[in-house]
């Protein structure tokens, strides 16, 4: 499934809100640089320093939902964490990747 996200995002040109969890130990950093980088349409990312792999039942669980439903509400408006990255930042605040899943990456 992951793969096959990674080879159709180069054809993915709507909206789309790409949230990671920095304490993420499921799904280094390496594929989700990949995917963002291959997203052509308008993209929103939100990176949680203390989130893990399933940010939408972690313990702040709330401010994700919060996030997700204000952007499925209004796509440009701020998201209420305050968590958003831009593009241009996405390299200087992604952790550094850690040993590549190169399945994934390709």
Do not use: C
């Not at 949680?48 to 408006?77: F, N, P, T």
């Not at 209420?80 to 996405?90: A, F, H, L, N, T």
Request: charged share 30%; proline share 8%; glycine share 6%.
């Amino acid at each position: 499934l992951m793969g096959e996200g990674q080879r159709s995002a180069k054809y993915f040109d709507k909206p789309a809100f790409v949230l990671y969890g920095r304490q993420d130990q499921v799904i280094p950093p390496g594929p989700i640089n990949s995917l963002v980088n291959k997203l052509k349409g308008p993209l929103k990312m939100a990176h949680y320093h203390e989130g893990y792999h399933m940010l939408m039942r972690d313990l702040q669980r709330k401010v994700v939902w919060d996030d997700i439903l204000s952007w499925v509400r209004d796509s440009a408006a701020p998201l209420p964490s305050g968590m958003e990255i831009k593009r241009e930042q996405y390299d200087r605040v992604m952790p550094k990747p850690r040993r590549s899943l190169n399945k994934f990456t390709k």
